[in-house]
Structure formats: C-alpha cells, structure tokens
C-alpha cells in the first residue's frame, strides 16, 4: 500500500513561529520603551531625618522617591526647585530639591514619578546629583 504524503503545518512549526514572533514583539518594545529602569544605589533618605535636622544630613548622599507635586522656581542659569511627595510610614511627606542647571537634560513634569540621588548642603538643602524617571 502506497504512503500518503503529510499535508499541512507541523505543530511544532507552528509553535516555533508564533514563539519567535512574540519575543521579537516583546524584546524590541523593552528595547524602544522611553523609561527608563536604571536604579540609583545609597542609602534610602529617612525623611524623619530630615524633618528634625536636615543639616545633619551634609556630606553623605542619599536616594529618595517621590512623585513631583510642583515646580516651585525655574531659572535657566541657576536650575529649579521642585517639590515632590514622598510616601512614609507616618503618611505623605514633602520635600524641596534643588536641580542644578547640569541636570536639566532631565524633562521633570508635575505628577509623575522620580528617583533622586541627593546630597545636603549648608542649611539642610537637598540637591540633586541624578535623576531617573519610574
């Protein structure tokens, strides 16, 4: 008796394909995305710490998080101040950084989310030393 020939796609073909479509899918929308995921290192700021004696703080860096509550001053020679809104045990807590014009690569916009590395200067002021978007 005569052997029929196999029609149609092999399964495991199928499979094959639809498997490498998706990862090209998936690897280049990580690949183009616009976030960026870099994560900062150091020591997490206590932002207790900082309510009590902000100018104890100078000479260490720290990161923070926080979602930008408001530009508070711009000015193209001296950079900005921001407020953001960071989240605490004891509830929200706000806190002013200063960003030096260096920095202003960095398009920060109202109500989304940052990470800052930051170090204190005279008089307890937050500054930022890098920024990276959630």
Do not use: C, H
């Given at each position: 008796?005569?052997?029929?020939?196999?029609?149609?796609?092999?399964?495991?073909?199928?499979?094959?394909?639809?498997?490498?479509?998706?990862?090209?899918?998936?690897?280049?929308?990580?690949?183009?995305?616009?976030?960026?995921?870099?994560?900062?290192?150091?020591?997490?700021?206590?932002?207790?710490?900082?309510?009590?004696?902000?100018?104890?703080?100078?000479?260490?860096?720290?990161?923070?998080?926080?979602k930008i509550d408001d530009q508070v001053?711009?000015?193209?020679?001296?950079?900005?101040?921001?407020?953001?809104?960071?989240?605490?045990?004891?509830?929200?807590?706000?806190?002013?950084?200063?960003?030096?014009?260096?920095?202003?690569?960095?398009?920060?916009?109202?109500?989304?989310?940052?990470?800052?590395?930051?170090?204190?200067?005279?008089?307890?002021?937050?500054?930022?030393?890098?920024?990276?978007?959630?």
């Amino acid at each position: 008796m005569p052997r029929r020939a196999s029609s149609g796609i092999s399964p495991g073909l199928l499979i094959g394909v639809v498997v490498a479509i998706a990862a090209l899918f998936f690897g280049g929308k990580m690949m183009f995305s616009g976030k960026s995921e870099k994560s900062l290192s150091g020591a997490e700021l206590d932002m207790a710490t900082v309510e009590e004696n902000a100018n104890a703080l100078r000479g260490n860096e720290y990161v923070v998080e926080g979602k930008i509550d408001d530009q508070v001053l711009w000015t193209a020679d001296r950079g900005q101040v921001v407020s953001i809104k960071v989240d605490s045990p004891a509830g929200p807590r706000f806190l002013g950084i200063e960003i030096p014009p260096g920095l202003s690569d960095v398009n920060i916009e109202r109500e989304q989310t940052y990470a800052f590395r930051v170090s204190f200067r005279q008089g307890g002021i937050a500054v930022a030393e890098e920024i990276t978007r959630r």
